[in-house]
């Protein structure tokens, strides 16, 4: 059962955590003459640990942060090997862990041209030639749905004269010698490059497919790369599937991504393929689930430059538990404890003001309520967290009642339920979650994609805790930033992975333009600080590693960012300005800004 027959000879992590911790302790009280490999002085140390918030230096022996303190100190640990670097007063950070990331989806994305937004040469060019730039050699690129937003809006002002881009295919084979290409149509017209074409044997002189044809030049005769009907369909048969050594290909390239932003830890949500495909679901129950083997084969390798928390799939922790992937099991690469599932795409109690005969639905992906909550307490009882995609007030209302059933059907445990998305609750629900201590996991990039619609969706009364972070926090309920990269499944939106804009739409509760002025329901904003700990602490606790990472603490792993201004005194709208200038991952650096 590929690479996991390794995680079943793992001990706990309990045990495993225990044990570093002792040795570390007894490391760093024995070998004080010891040497750091990494110290960085000069600093803004912001620790995000109570008992320590603020320091000047950090020193750093392989994997492990063993000294926070003043310079003098801290340098005293400097020996002929140690790399010592001077940040000039820059700020220092614990290492961002991202708690929601779809990585395979972004891996497919490095492949692919977004083109829903295009309809213009020059730009569809541009976007093109960035995509080559990275892409290795003979790899075919993808696209899909050039010019949708601007039919759609032309559809929406009547204007039935519309006329998509008709892509150049000189232009086209010009940037892509070593590349094939295929793109599809918003309306499922397809273009093929010339070197996707020869691939394919089509000439200008290959009879059209039933259903179908090759559409050629009026005036030479020759293929214009534009594919109609069943002809474009079969060519889109023709392009091989994604093979793993791909995928790991392109892992490496999105880890980097990460890395770029401070990015050391991710919560995933994965899958066990092995399991998936002995399973008969009754829809697509696991789209965008990562691949669990790509993380286990970069770990293999030595490969792996961001920890990863993989939210695994709530319908099958029996089929997990069978497997050996037992709750609190792994490392400190990979580590397991959180099962995903899906409620509703909004689920209301009233109807949408603007739609008064419709209320929303759960989503394709629920079988039953019932079954909901059998897998809730199940998983519950074997010691899963469960992570719940959560958007409508009755979703929030059902969810918590199931949580509630789980805490009282099973034996009281360290729970750290979640709640992934929390957009439209009742204040009585986040009310009903800071009881049980639950972790919301806000994306704020979905708050500005909902700012004109919100109230006219659902009436300015029930508008006024919809993405209601303030009010959480106020309850007790901890929160998390979290990206969902890279955006959703169609690709009509990118969700960004930097995380010092998402703590500007966070705090400023506005987009990169102002808008709205003052911010959107200003009142529920967070601070910076509070926006810290959602990316460090706050993340790492979900995962049940406040005690490995989420803080510069001595004895923690050296998981660590250094960004070019300090945060905590700017402007808010200079978070966008402040740069990543060196990530720190198990104590070495993998990003250094040139």
Known sequence: MHLLFEEKQMKSSKSFVFMSIVITIMGFSSSQAQDATLIFHNAKVWTVDESQPLAQAVAIRGSRIIKVGGNVETLALRGAATKVIDLKGKMLLPGFIDAHTHF????????????????????????????VQRVPKGIWITGCDWGAFAAWDAEKKGNWSFVPLKPDLAAVDALTHDHPVLFRRYDHVYFANSKALQLARIGKHTPNPRGGRYEKSPSTGELTGILIGTAGE?????????????????????????????????????????????????THVERSHSDLSIFLDLRKRGELTVRVYPILTLRVWRELLEYGIQPGQGDEMIQYGGLKAFVDGTL????????????????????????????IVGADSAGFDSAIHVIGDKAHYLLLNWYEAAIAKNKSRDRRFRLIHVQYPSLKDIQRAGRMRAIADMTPYHMLRDVVATERLLGPERAKTAHAWRTMIQNGVRINIVSDWPGSFDKSS??????????????????????????????????????????????????????????????????????????????PRELLSTEVLYTIFDGRIVYQKQ
Not at 239 to 251: D, N
């Open 104 to 131: 395979e989806n972004a891996v497919g994305y490095f492949f692919e041209v977004r083109l829903m937004d295009v309809n213009d040469q020059d730009e569809f060019l541009k976007r093109l030639r960035e995509t």
């Open 348 to 375: 209301m109690f009233e109807s949408y003001a603007n739609s008064p005969n419709y209320a929303g639905n759960f989503t394709w992906r629920v079988v039953d309520e019932q079954t909901m909550e059998n897998d």
């Open 494 to 571: 990118i969700s960004p992975v930097n995380p010092l804009e998402n703590m500007f739409y966070a705090i400023a509760r506005q987009d990169t333009s102002g808008i709205p002025p003052g911010g959107w329901h200003a009142s529920e904003a967070i601070t910076i600080q509070e926006a810290i700990q959602a990316y460090t602490i706050n993340p790492a606790f979900a995962s049940h590693e406040e005690h490995l990472k989420g803080s510069i603490t001595e004895g923690k792993l050296a998981d660590l960012v250094v960004l070019s201004k300090d945060i905590i005194s700017i402007q």
């Open 234 to 282: 079969r060519m889109e048969k023709l392009v091989p599937p994604v093979s793993h050594e791909q995928k790991l290909m392109g892992a490496r390239r999105v880890q980097e991504e990460l890395n770029r932003f401070g990015i050391t830890s991710i919560h995933d949500i994965a899958r066990v393929d092995e399991i998936s495909q002995r399973k008969l679901f009754h």
